[in-house]
């Protein structure tokens, strides 16, 4: 696993339950404002076993990216239930209020 991804992992353990970011937040603070779909790489990398908050990240909308691994659906799912199990309520938009859940450094 690469420096990138680590750094990725370290940032995305720091957001706390009912708070999201962004892919391309998490790629701007790395230094690499362009690398936002590497972010999203970066999470489906995460070995079997290893606990990650990886459903606190959402595209720049305010929604769940079409997919985090080839289970499309399913997990886009298991996110909004997760999210919702910390407190984030979805807009009728489907979207979250970026305004009220993002984190910021």
Do not use: C
């Not at 690469?2 to 708070?19: L, S, T, W």
């Not at 076993?49 to 659906?73: C, M, Y």
């Not at 909004?80 to 993002?102: A, C, H, M, P, T």
Request: charged fraction near 25%; charge should be positive; hydrophobic fraction near 40%.
């Amino acid at each position: 696993m690469g420096d990138f991804f680590k750094r990725v992992h370290e940032i995305v353990k720091m957001i706390p339950p009912g708070a999201v970011m962004t892919y391309g937040q998490i790629a701007k603070i790395i230094g690499n404002p362009k690398a936002s779909r590497a972010v999203g790489y970066a999470l489906r990398s995460v070995p079997e076993g290893v606990e990650l908050p990886w459903h606190r990240v959402v595209n720049a909308k305010g929604e769940i990216s079409t997919r985090r691994t080839f289970q499309g659906d399913e997990d886009k799912l298991l996110q909004r239930i997760l999210l919702e199990s910390e407190g984030v309520i979805f807009q009728k938009s489907n979207r979250i209020d970026l305004k009220r859940y993002q984190m910021f450094f």
